[in-house]
């Protein structure tokens, strides 16, 4: 699950300008109009168009990366300067279970310079290319455009062409250069450049009736680790990941899986869609968050698979974990009983954090859905209930809203830390699941016991303590 | 003398450490009160950006961009997404300044900078930065010398106790605190340009800043003419001494490519003597000289048996190299992130512009790391130690109070890479007994 992606405020900018700037192939106009992003429907194409002076948030080529990076089998080189890669590398965690070297963590870029921006970079690509191949012998190359080199036409598809004809390794060029948009954006073009050069390449050595994709699980953190041990138990075989702990030799087989589940990343809705018209694979949405939307989800996909014995087997599972869920939750009950949260973060967080602060015996008393879509509103008024405050301007509202609610615990952003110290009242910042993973039952442990540490910490009641000279 | 290597002579950064221009750009006006940084291009880079220093920092950092989209990158000159960006800033909060700064792509779309500036007229500052030159100190410098020569009235007036003091960008915000206040034991006025050592040192705020908090003011910076002395550390910024010496060409520029370690801090101490007029040391200042001094006795025979690997930023490489050359560090290799003057001055064996694979490459040359975050890995493959310094660093918090210039930071900075040596040492011996009570049973 990469939450980053699911944000549903990084929804497409704009894209209507020259296309030809982005040298070819996805029609990113196409993949826009969408309907995966709710806003369309009412503002034709326009929503979201990045507000100059107020825009915050990654451009496409970092959305395109973090959809990409988990094929740790893959070289992944940006084409462009190091403002597109220099801080950005080696900063996930995305664990592998590849054996040979981890290229998530290692940073290819061709650093581009005058030269190359006044007689253009394709030489200089097609032998970073050539140096890749020979000294990292990857799996696949994939080659991402920037904003510079997408305004001079270096011509990508061409180098990518030729270099994947003479390595036999396929290149594949990623157009995701900033200015056509946001994060979401980029993931879906990243979506597109794998469906269109990998997919479909290779055939599986042999299939089941039960071989899912998970498209959309990035295992950022693990948490993939932490349902795919059930799904297996169940036979239910992973065909494929995009991209979470992936390989470049499975995703190419993935058009003969059975059902694509997509992990909480409604920007590659429009991937699954196509691999429907082209290979007639159905999809599902899933979350696996919090016990409750966990056992939904193992259940969704039983179901999709249709199958009766697997179904019940799954149920069986399910009863299984949640009982020994239950018991290890057991010491936690007591800390959490009568303990109010007020939550503030993005998208479909609202509520699928909200779920699993529930599993856990804790009530949530106001989320954010500013910036939600309607759905993520509908969701969350109906997780939280009638009394819970949906807050729309969650900055200027959550002190007043620990307040009135008197609520405990805040889990927001860090910028929200200081809200929590002059309320003195405890902070677990939600972006510590971009280090550990609170996904499937074991995740909530994790998050029980971090949730846990930040109510007994004193460090929210001392740190803004008056010092005894002061009046 | 260093051999120098200046040319990576590879199409491509592999594991690169090298930063851009525009980063080096945010920095320096973050160090400038109550400034908002406005990065002129698609909303990518600022992005990047903002999310690595405020991992680096822990700290929130003010940051917007002109979020350039394809539309205006075709149809527009700057004016519209740079009036449009300020209006929409000032909507919301009134900052003291706004830096404006360019990247890649608006430097190839040619947008005019200067002359959208000039139709402006809330106070900005601009600076060309396109990031497929230069890298982050360049970027500093630039942005630097933009403030002073556009903010800063000429004079001909001098305050013979006004110092302005210029560090360059791998100084952290204490050792930016600390020289200053060992400048100041002498009696003098101290402006550091740009100033992060009230901005990004870590300090509880008041609220959550959506300007730059600390540094220093727009009107400190409009009156810097009238100072007596220009002091540049680092040979990066050693230009602005000039930039400042044309508002009032009597002030004096006074160069020092580092103050680390025991002669470059005595030649700064020296300098101060004699410019102040006083003829002893304040007490504390004398009381550290002999500490540090102490500091080199105990840690020389750990330091002097191990061969260092630098990973930094040019004017950080030439600082650290000094402080470790003293106790008989061998400096075997030292990477560069960019090409300076300064790299044939560094006390190294060899001295060479790249990135990480090439220390992978060379990795018989070293025993110890010293670098940013991504050197961590990289020791980890090797089986070495890394302590890590520079930009980013993700591993750690704290680094902003990592003090290692000066006598006192000197001290603090031998002891830190002596015991990490001696760690190294250790686990080596343990490795190797295991090996042989391993043998012994097979
Ligand atoms: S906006 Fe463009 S130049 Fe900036 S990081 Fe993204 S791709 Fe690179």
């Not at chain 1, 870029?109 to 190359?116: F, G, V, W």
């Not at chain 2, 199409?11 to 002129?40: E, W």
């Not at chain 2, 040192?201 to 007596?228: F, I, M, P, R």
Request: charged residues 25%.
């Amino acid at each position: 699950m990469d939450f980053d992606q699911c944000l549903s405020d990084s929804v497409p900018t704009l894209y209507e300008g020259n296309l030809s700037l982005v040298s070819s192939k996805p029609n990113i106009k196409e993949l826009l109009v969408e309907s995966a992003c709710e806003h369309n429907k009412d503002k034709k194409g326009s929503c979201n168009a990045p507000k100059p002076g107020a825009t915050t948030g990654g451009c496409a080529l970092d959305g395109a990366q973090i959809a990409l990076f988990p094929f740790a089998d893959a070289a992944h080189l940006v084409h462009g300067p190091m403002s597109c890669v220099g801080g950005a590398w080696e900063t996930r965690l995305t664990p592998t279970s590849w054996s040979g070297r981890d290229l998530t963590q290692t940073g290819f870029a061709t650093d581009i310079n005058n030269n190359d921006v006044v007689f253009g970079g394709e030489k200089k690509l097609a032998a970073a290319i050539n140096h890749i191949v020979a000294n990292y012998a990857p799996e696949a190359v994939f080659v991402y455009s920037t904003c510079v080199p997408a305004m001079t036409g270096d011509d990508i598809d061409a180098v990518c062409k030729q270099m994947s004809e003479k390595h036999g390794t396929p290149c594949v060029p990623v157009h995701a250069p900033g200015f056509v948009g946001a994060k979401n954006l980029g993931s879906r073009i990243a979506g597109e450049a794998v469906l269109r050069h990998l997919i479909g390449t290779k055939e599986p050595e042999y299939t089941t009736p039960f071989d899912i994709n998970l498209i959309g699980e990035h295992n950022n953190t693990g948490e993939l680790w932490r349902y795919r041990h059930l799904l297996e138990e169940l036979g239910i075989r992973v065909l494929s990941t995009f991209s979470g702990d992936g390989r470049i030799s499975e995703i190419r087989t993935a058009h003969r899986a059975k059902l694509n589940v997509i992990v909480c990343a409604k920007s590659l809705v429009s991937m699954t869609r196509k691999m429907q018209e082209q290979y007639g694979i159905p999809w599902i949405s899933c979350s696996f968050y919090g016990k409750t939307d966990t056992s939904a989800s193992i259940l969704a996909i039983a179901e999709a698979l249709g199958d009766a014995d697997l179904i019940e087997r799954t149920r069986a599972l399910i009863a299984r974990e949640e009982a020994r869920l239950e018991e290890q939750l057991m010491p936690y009950r007591a800390i959490f009983a009568g303990k109010k949260a007020v939550l503030n973060t993005g998208g479909n967080k609202a509520w699928s954090i909200a779920s699993a602060l529930q599993d856990l015996g804790i009530e949530v008393v106001a989320t954010s859905v500013r910036k939600s879509t309607e759905a993520d509103k509908a969701k969350a008024r109906e997780y939280l209930g009638e009394n819970a405050i949906l807050m729309t301007e969650p900055a200027s509202q959550q002190a007043k809203v620990i307040d009135d609610t008197g609520a405990h615990l805040l889990l927001a952003g860090g910028r929200s830390l200081y809200t929590a110290i002059k309320k003195r009242i405890a902070f677990t910042d939600v972006n510590q699941e971009k280090k550990k993973s609170y996904g499937g039952y074991d995740g909530l442990l994790v998050l029980a016991e971090d949730l846990k540490n930040s109510l007994q910490n004193p460090v929210f009641e001392l740190v803004e303590r008056k010092a005894p000279w002061q009046k | 003398m260093a051999e120098v290597r200046r040319k990576s002579g590879k199409p491509l950064q592999v594991n690169p450490h090298k930063l851009s221009q525009p980063m080096g750009a945010t920095l320096a006006f973050l160090g400038v009160d109550r400034c908002m940084p406005l990065m002129h291009g698609a909303q990518g880079c600022a992005s990047f950006t903002k999310v690595m220093f405020t991992r680096h920092f822990c700290e929130p950092i003010a940051l917007q961009t002109t979020a350039v989209n394809d539309v205006i990158a075709v149809l527009d000159g700057g004016d519209y997404s740079i009036v449009e960006s300020i209006k929409n800033i000032r909507d919301k909060l009134i900052p003291e300044l706004i830096g404006l700064y360019t990247t890649g792509l608006t430097e190839t779309k040619g947008d005019d900078i200067r002359g959208v500036a000039s139709k402006i007229d809330v106070p900005l500052v601009y600076v060309n930065t396109p990031d497929f030159k230069g890298g982050l100190e360049s970027g500093w410098t630039l942005t630097t010398q933009a403030l002073i020569d556009q903010l800063t009235a000429p004079g001909d007036r001098i305050d013979a106790q006004k110092l302005v003091l210029v560090p360059h960008v791998s100084m952290q915000p204490i050792e930016v605190e600390k020289l200053r206040e060992l400048i100041e034991a002498f009696g003098f006025k101290v402006v550091a340009v740009p100033d992060l050592s009230s901005s990004l040192d870590n300090h509880l705020g008041e609220k959550q800043a959506s300007l730059s908090s600390g540094g220093v003011t727009v009107a400190e910076l409009e009156q810097l003419a009238d100072a007596a002395f220009v002091i540049t550390v680092g040979a990066s910024v050693k230009p602005v001494g000039a930039t400042l010496q044309a508002k009032n060409p009597a002030i004096q520029h006074r160069h020092f490519n580092h103050v680390s370690g025991l002669v470059g801090t005595d030649e700064l101490v020296a300098w101060l003597l004699e410019v102040s007029g006083r003829d002893t040391l304040p007490a504390v200042v004398e009381r550290w000289r002999k500490r540090l001094q102490d500091a080199m006795l105990d840690s020389h025979f750990s330091i002097g048996q191990t061969r260092f690997l630098l990973v930094a930023e040019p004017d950080h490489l030439a600082a650290m190299a000094a402080s470790l050359r003293e106790v008989g560090g061998k400096v075997t290799l030292a990477i560069a992130t960019v090409d300076s003057p300064i790299l044939t001055d560094i006390e190294a064996d060899q001295v060479i512009v790249g990135d990480l694979e090439d220390a992978e490459n060379m990795r018989d040359a070293y025993d110890m790391i010293i670098g940013n975050f991504h050197t961590e890995a990289l020791a980890h493959r090797l089986e070495k130690k890394a302590v890590m310094r520079g930009f980013p660093n993700y591993e750690e918090i704290g680094g902003a109070l990592k003090h290692d210039v000066l006598y006192e930071g000197g001290a603090y900075f031998l002891f830190e890479i002596a015991n990490a040596a001696e760690r190294m040492r250790e686990a080596q011996v343990h490795r190797e007994r295991e090996q042989i009570k391993r043998q012994r049973i097979a």
